[in-house]
């Protein structure tokens, strides 16, 4: 059974930065894409940034750019989210998804506060 596994979630002050990581194991059958959403309390859930695993290309939300780098290690199968300037808004409850058509997968969550 496939499974992700979100680390490095944490409290920070604003400006500062944190870096995501997504483990994977299991049968990945080479997805194409992988991605990071985030949900705040009592907000809905939000795409934050997405990697196609062929060649790395990404896309940003727009509230992210320039702050946050999504990338990969091909090597460990793991997803990373650089997180820099962080803002208050950004508090969230961090989730890593991945599927090959769809995002069938989901990790358990890490959750980020950052205080002002």
């Known amino acids: 059974q496939v499974q992700l596994v979100e680390s490095g979630g944490g409290s920070v002050q604003a400006g500062g930065s944190l870096r995501l990581s997504c483990a994977v194991s299991g049968r990945t059958n080479k997805w194409y894409q992988m991605a990071w959403f985030r949900q705040a309390p009592g907000k809905e859930r939000e795409f934050v940034a997405t990697i196609k695993w062929s060649d790395g290309t990404t896309v940003l939300a727009d509230s992210v750019k320039g702050r946050f780098t999504i990338s990969r290690d091909n090597a460990k199968n793991t997803v990373y989210l650089q997180m820099n300037s962080l803002k208050p808004e950004d508090t969230a409850v961090y989730y890593c998804?991945?599927?090959?058509?769809?995002?069938?997968?989901w990790g358990q969550g890490t959750q980020v506060t950052v205080s002002s």
């Open positions: 998804a991945a599927g090959e058509s769809a995002y069938d997968y």
